[in-house]
């Protein structure tokens, strides 16, 4: 399964935009990238998911790159409600034809009042 | 409706246990999938439902780990002589449909102590 390699800890002035990054060297051409986050004592929670082209939802951006190798999770404007674990996903088709979501340890995003 | 419902939120269960998980997915959804997650660690991958078929389940540690979802609905996450390394939050996640670009579902979680 092909990994992915994110920042252990990042910080963000409430109201500013974040730009959280993943690295994805090892990306097949049908894996899809996908985010998810994490709040204290909750359940991931769906982000975002983008395959070439850039994303765009109520949530959040999403940018790819290029050669698809890399990754940028964009928060417009951080709010606290934003502080959580980032989740940077490869989710492709396991040998058992299977399509689960292999989680890293993530991004914990810190929003300073 | 209700989103993805997991029993009990809280487990205590002395060493040597038996402990039964339950997870209801989102109604009509057809894949389901179970992961460990351990304190400050990121959820692993322990099984996955498409419908009532166990597709994968190359993630359960051992033997004393067993899933079920005999209808395609509801499934259960067992665990037979529980060890203290068993503890952790339990998550159970469902999708609408299979696919690499579907959006998953995750309960609250069981948060299962050994002791």
């Known amino acids: 399964d092909a990994k992915t390699t994110q920042p252990n800890s990042m910080e963000s002035n409430e109201e500013e935009p974040v730009h959280l990054p993943c690295n994805h060297s090892?990306?097949?051409?049908?894996?899809?990238i996908h985010w998810y986050r994490q709040l204290p004592s909750q359940g991931p929670e769906y982000v975002i998911h983008?395959?070439?082209s850039n994303v765009n939802n109520r949530m959040a951006s999403l940018a790819i790159a290029e050669d698809r190798k890399s990754s940028t999770l964009i928060l417009h404007r951080a709010t606290l409600r934003d502080a959580a674990v980032y989740y940077c996903?490869?989710?492709?088709?396991?040998?058992?034809?299977?399509?689960?979501?292999?989680f890293g340890t993530g991004t914990r995003l810190t929003v300073i009042p | 409706g209700a989103g993805v419902s997991q029993s009990p939120r809280y487990k205590v269960a002395k060493r040597g246990q038996d402990v039964a998980l339950r997870c209801d997915p989102i109604?009509?959804?057809?894949?389901l999938f179970w992961y460990q997650q351990a304190l400050g660690q990121g959820p692993e991958f322990l099984t996955y439902?498409?419908?009532?078929?166990?597709?994968?389940k190359s993630g359960l540690p051992s033997d004393r780990f067993f899933a079920e979802r005999p209808e395609g609905s509801v499934s259960t996450l067992k665990i037979q002589r529980t060890q203290q390394e068993d503890s952790a939050v339990y998550l159970c996640?469902?999708?609408?449909?299979?696919?690499?670009?579907?959006?998953?579902?995750f309960g609250q979680g069981t948060r299962l102590t050994v002791v």
């Open positions: 996640a469902s999708s609408l449909v299979t696919g690499l670009n579907t959006e998953a579902f």
């Open positions: 090892t990306i097949s051409g049908t894996d899809y």
């Open positions: 983008g395959l070439t």
């Open positions: 996903i490869l989710r492709g088709v396991t040998k058992t034809g299977a399509n689960n979501l292999f």
């Open positions: 109604s009509g959804h057809v894949s």
């Open positions: 439902f498409q419908n009532e078929a166990q597709l994968d």
